[in-house]
């Protein structure tokens, strides 16, 4: 099994035909992902062409190693045309929150908001509309989510690990990688990358509560970064509903105060929001905190080999 998404899951890509949307819909669909359509309004009634070498499970149309997705000029368009019940949004950050508007109108359970940059009262609405309407929002400025061999939503590189016995949510695209490589050779059911923004839709919590759910996943791993109190009320929900066992990394032990480090939500105030005081908390409920992404691994491997 895996969480949130499988080889089952239809996606649409709001900005497809843009040259990040392009870039990583043949990329996603390179890894297996069944995307049945983009979306632009001025090219609607179009189709974009894609090369797409070992194409995996989820093909509606392959032909000559080319598949051809169609480009609809609304979600909810697409969505009825198609039977969609995803979509990646690729789109720049004025136009972020509109199009992920228009995903929950048009009933898209579920969402993965790629954008950078996207203003905190902007993600606000998209998040209390997403939690409202019962739509599964990832992001927004997050990698997406892979479940490797059925499905890639977003800008993982799928051929870092295969399926196997782990879970990972992560704040960090770049660690979510680096995990994933280092533990290939265990394979992982679902790598979810939360986004690291002050404001997002799926929280630590919420894939731990799937992974704990789910009969597959026999360990998760945790990255956490300083800022917030994410990692702190993780911790609390751990000791309290999780049986599986977590290992964790926080990033920013070295970081100074006061200063944002790389995601807009990555800033310690005082002493609140150190990796430090987030280390402790969850090395309190018997997660063990490994203090360097290598580490990290090396002690999910220990536990994994018991």
Not at 164 to 176: F, H, N, Q
Request: overall charge negative; proline content about 5%.
């Amino acid at each position: 099994m895996t969480i949130f998404v499988n080889s089952d899951t239809r996606v649409i890509v709001q900005g497809m035909t843009g040259a990040e949307g392009r870039k990583h819909t043949q990329r996603m669909l390179s890894a297996g992902t069944t995307i049945v359509g983009g979306t632009n309004p001025r090219k609607a009634g179009t189709t974009v062409t894609f090369d797409v070498a070992g194409y995996g499970p989820g093909a509606d149309k392959v032909t000559d190693g080319q598949v051809e997705v169609p480009v609809f000029g609304t979600v909810a368009e697409a969505r009825e045309a198609t039977g969609a019940n995803a979509s990646v949004i690729f789109v720049p950050p004025a136009f972020a929150k509109g199009a992920a508007l228009e995903a929950i109108e048009a009933g898209i359970e579920t969402i993965v908001l790629i954008t950078e940059g996207i203003p905190v009262q902007d993600s606000t609405i998209v998040v209390e509309r997403a939690l409202a309407a019962g739509v599964r929002l990832i992001g927004p400025n997050c990698p997406g989510i892979i479940s490797p061999g059925q499905a890639n939503l977003g800008i993982t590189p799928a051929d870092i690990t295969g399926p196997g016995r782990l879970g990972l949510v992560s704040k960090s695209g770049t660690l979510t990688y680096q995990l994933m490589y280092e533990l290939r050779d265990f394979g992982f059911t679902t790598c979810l990358g939360i986004g690291g923004d002050p404001v997002v839709g799926t929280t630590h919590i919420d894939a731990l509560a799937a992974f704990e759910a789910d009969p597959d996943t026999d360990l998760v791993i945790m990255i956490g970064e300083i800022g917030g109190d994410a990692e702190e009320r993780a911790a609390a929900w751990i000791q309290e509903n999780m049986t599986k066992p977590v290992v964790a990394y926080i990033a920013g032990f070295t970081a100074p105060e006061g200063k944002t480090m790389g995601h807009a939500g990555a800033i310690v105030s005082g002493s609140s929001g150190t990796a430090a005081a987030k280390a402790e908390a969850l090395e309190a409920v018997g997660v063990r905190v490994g203090r360097t992404p290598s580490q990290t691994a090396q002690i999910a491997r220990e536990i994994l080999s018991r």
